[in-house]
């Protein structure tokens, strides 16, 4: 591949540029004594303009894709190193807890949690399809910072999601982040000091606990999540090869870093060592199948212009540009509402061999939602009263021991 004709590179071109550049492992804004340091890129951290120069800085750090996926290593390496996940913690016994099925117009949702660690549960709903055969796909869905007594999973929109997969031929599991629905229910606090670690770690633990459903193809795994549910897939897909199609919404930028400690809050991102940015971070899911869903209306309105066109270049040392898609809505703003979901759904169904018979209206090309069914809250709950925790619960608050 010929770099200096990439849709990258010329979009580069035509951007405004900075004077200052950041050199790699230099402090912010100087190119002074290295500081060992790390540096916590939080919110919009750098500017557009920075943001250019910074990808620019990067792409120019390979030229091959040896040596990309040499970088790679190094990305997920800091990572997990600032996430407080290297080496990766023991996987101890799940111990699952699935309950209450209900039954609805061609799926199932139960009440479902597991021990991401011991006596640390991770709380949520799996959604399972109706009259289906063998093994199927498993799709999780992390929520983002939607607060409120009925925010998080438990969003209308989440359940349409979930619902809608599920009548696709999906097993579909929605958790929570810690203090959030059930968490903050029971008694968790977002803000948590091991906020990232126990999220990052928690969805790790998913992939575990979906595959370890006898109805689940263990080879066919999805994810997609919307805001800070957007960062936990991309961060998910970057650590984990299990992840075989992801769908970030409205959160891969190259200026913006997440907004809350639970994304940004450790040092991923810089270091003395290496330099990277959330754009950079959703390319390690290359070769395997990704698409981006953006909007005019926050941090990823330069997607078309700026991520996408990295990230393709990136594909494109596999030869696999064909696997990365995106959909912008210019006119839109943040969330993952009906229109993100018409545009998620037909990538899941064409690269998890989903069947759209019955929501899928051919004529239209719109997938049907009505036949969903909207729980009340009090219904998703993972321990209610007939259901009380096990002993060795861990108290809210606590912290994790890994």
């Known amino acids: 591949m010929t770099r200096s004709m990439t849709a990258f590179t010329l979009s580069v071109l035509a951007m405004p540029l900075i004077l200052m550049a950041h050199e790699p492992g230099s402090v912010r804004g100087t190119a002074a004594a290295v500081d060992e340091t790390p540096v916590l890129c939080q919110g919009n951290w750098q500017t557009e303009a920075e943001a250019i120069l910074q990808l620019k800085r990067m792409a ?9 996926e040499a970088r790679a290593d190094r990305i997920r390496s800091q990572i997990l190193t600032g996430a407080r996940l290297s080496p990766l913690p023991e996987r101890t016994p799940l111990n699952p807890l699935i309950h209450s099925k209900r039954s609805y117009d061609g799926y199932t949702v139960e009440s479902a949690a597991f021990e991401a ?16 055969q063998g093994a199927r796909p498993g799709i999780l869905c992390p929520h983002g910072h939607a ?9 209308t929109d989440q359940q349409h999601r979930c619902a809608t997969l599920a009548r696709m031929g999906a097993v579909v599991f929605s958790y929570d982040m810690v203090g959030f629905g059930d968490s903050e229910h029971y008694g968790w606090n977002h803000g948590h000091p ?20 006898a109805d689940v193809d ?28 992801s769908v970030p919404v409205v959160m891969v930028s190259a200026h913006f870093f997440g907004g809350c400690d639970c994304e940004s809050g450790m040092p991923i991102h810089k270091t003395a060592a290496l330099e990277t940015n959330n754009c950079e971070i959703a390319a390690l899911a290359a070769p395997r199948a990704m698409k ?13 212009e700026v991520e996408f066109p990295y ?3 990136i594909y494109g040392y596999y030869d696999k540009a064909a696997q990365v898609e995106y959909t912008h809505f210019p006119e839109e703003g943040h969330g993952y509402q009906e229109s993100k979901r018409q545009a998620m759904y037909p990538f899941m169904v064409k690269h998890l061999q989903l069947d759209s018979r019955g929501v899928l209206d051919t004529a239209t090309g719109v997938f049907d939602e009505s036949g969903n069914t909207i729980e009340a809250v009090s219904v998703m709950r993972t321990f209610p009263a007939e259901h009380p925790f096990p002993e060795h619960t861990l108290k809210p608050g606590s912290m994790v021991k890994f």
């Open 311 to 313: 990230i393709r270049n």
């Open 218 to 245: 263990d080879e066919q795994i999805g994810v997609t999540g919307c805001s800070g549910g957007g960062t936990q897939t991309f961060l998910l897909t970057a650590l984990d090869q299990r992840i075989k199609v």
């Open 60 to 68: 120019a750090t390979y030229s091959s894709l040896e040596e990309w």
């Open 117 to 132: 660690r011991p006596g640390f549960f991770v709380y949520g709903n799996l959604y399972r399809p109706l009259g289906r």
């Open 292 to 304: 981006l869903i953006s909007v005019g209306g926050d941090w990823t309105k330069n997607t078309p």
């Open 194 to 213: 091991q906020a990232l670690t126990l999220q990052t770690w928690s969805s790790i633990r998913a992939v575990d606990f979906l595959q370890s459903l």
């Open 147 to 155: 607060r409120g007594p009925e925010g998080g999973r438990l969003r």
